[in-house]
């Protein structure tokens, strides 16, 4: 049971002055001193938040994401041979580049209104400020201070990096062994505001970057170019509702200016600890040639590997 001082941590929370975005921009000391000293309160704000709710929002689980997926997911779980099935589902768009439908468009529209709820929340949140500060963007990952602290929805971000990506980056982009540490945020591109995002490489060993629009929130623009290397090709990726793109953190990328409308994705990465990722060449790890990681087995790590759960515990080195 909370005690009597904890029990009003929303109204509390509700009630912080949060830094400006100059002062973010800036990485003033304060930012940090700010998330850092209320981040017991904002969990606790974000409890209350989720109780006071209970019975007007979904409960973000598994479900949201789509049958096809889920179903060999599940299957590959219970017997890692099975693991093929899963591969299936992706479509290589250039070596270490690989799309394939995420969420069940279906149930966006329940997960949307979620997320439209935890913005209106009027709880702090801090937002993800790498390469640039996204005014609408959300931090994911408890090793963030300010990140969306709900209960139910940390259970169901670490389920999908636990159940779904991790083994899935070890099946398509070869990252066991760099893939103990998680990290996440949320993302949204305006015309008028945070539009476009320059060529760049993540700090990861593999990104997974999912579209959350609905069917009838179209947007013109902002494609998304990714550059191999290799062949020294640019492909063009376009995103749709539900659909996820994963890659290796290193595959230079670039977003083109959003010219109409909204596109809002979630974006989650892995990595080792204390940030380690594969060096090098892609070859590093992973299959590079043309055909895919999904017909060749990596040398030394087995398909039950594949399908197990990292044995260190999470550290707390964010990337921003």
């Known amino acids: 049971m909370k005690t009597m001082e904890h029990t009003n941590a929303l109204a509390e929370a509700r009630a ?26 904002l969990e606790e704000a974000w409890a209350e938040w ?32 099975k693991e093929n099935a899963v591969a299936d589902l992706w479509e290589e768009i250039i070596p270490g580049v690989y799309v394939a439908q995420f969420f069940n468009v279906e149930r966006l529209a329940e997960f949307r209104k979620y997320l439209e709820a935890v913005v209106n929340s009027e709880i702090p949140k801090r937002a993800p400020y790498g390469i640039q500060l996204n005014r609408y963007g959300l931090m994911l990952d408890p090793r ?7 209960p139910s929805f940390q259970a169901f971000y670490n ?8 083994p899935i980056a070890r099946l398509l982009l070869g990252t066991y062994g760099y893939d103990n540490q998680t990290f996440g945020f949320s993302i949204q591109y305006n015309p008028d505001k945070d539009k476009d995002l320059h060529a760049h490489t993540d700090a990861s060993a593999a990104t997974l970057n999912i579209n959350i629009n609905l069917p009838d929130e179209v947007f013109t623009g902002s494609e998304v170019d990714f550059y191999d290397k290799a062949s020294r090709k640019t492909i063009q990726a376009i995103f749709e509702p539900g659909k996820a793109i994963i890659h290796r953190g290193n595959v230079p990328h670039a977003t083109h200016p959003i ?33 895919s990681i999904k017909d060749v087995a990596l040398e030394n790590v087995t398909a039950r590997q594949r399908w197990s759960l990292p044995d260190g515990p999470k550290d707390t080195v964010a990337p921003f």
């Open 159 to 166: 389920d999908m990096m636990d159940r779904f990506m991790r």
């Open 144 to 150: 963030t201070e300010g990140h969306l602290a709900a």
């Open 259 to 291: 010219t109409s409308g909204q596109r809002s994705n979630l974006v989650v990465w892995l990595y080792g600890d204390n940030m380690e990722i594969p060096r090098g060449s892609t070859s590093s790890y992973g299959n590079t040639s043309s055909n």
């Open 16 to 41: 912080l002055e949060v830094p400006s975005r100059e002062l973010s921009l800036r990485r003033d000391p304060s930012v940090s001193q700010f998330w850092n000293n209320n981040r017991i309160l």
């Open 50 to 81: 989720e109780i006071e709710n209970k019975d007007d929002l979904l409960v973000p689980d598994e479900t949201l994401l789509d049958p096809k997926l889920r179903k060999a997911i599940n299957d590959a779980w219970e017997n890692p041979e």
